[in-house]
């Protein structure tokens, strides 16, 4: 056991390293633990919203307010600047905030989607 929870802890540690170099290429030095928990936050709130505006338990107007919103914080964590490629994903069935792997490289240790798009609140646990 004492290994499976020394790997998450490699993994968590690099995705935080990797979320620190996202933050400095705006001239942002929030550490990457701090940075990982308000994205988990903006995502949890996003995803709520996707959610329902996928499933038609709430209008398209909704969905562009809650955009603008986890758009207007993303810019205030990283400390006014959006790093190159960040996004937000309108796809529920996947993390909401990404960043493009099509319109730049993903740093070392971030996360990805089966496409390749880094996870800026990626989970990271063992798996059942």
Known sequence: MKTEIEWIQRRRAAHHAA????????????????????????ERETYAVCEKYSNGQTDFTSWEKTKD?????????FGGALPHGVFINGDPRGHMLKLDCDVRSIPEGLERDWGGNGILAATIELED
């Open 19 to 42: 979320l620190e170099t996202l933050a400095r290429e705006v001239g942002s030095n929030t550490p990457g633990l701090k940075l990982w928990r308000k994205l988990a936050r903006i």
């Open 69 to 77: 919103w986890a758009k207007a914080e993303l810019v205030k964590l």
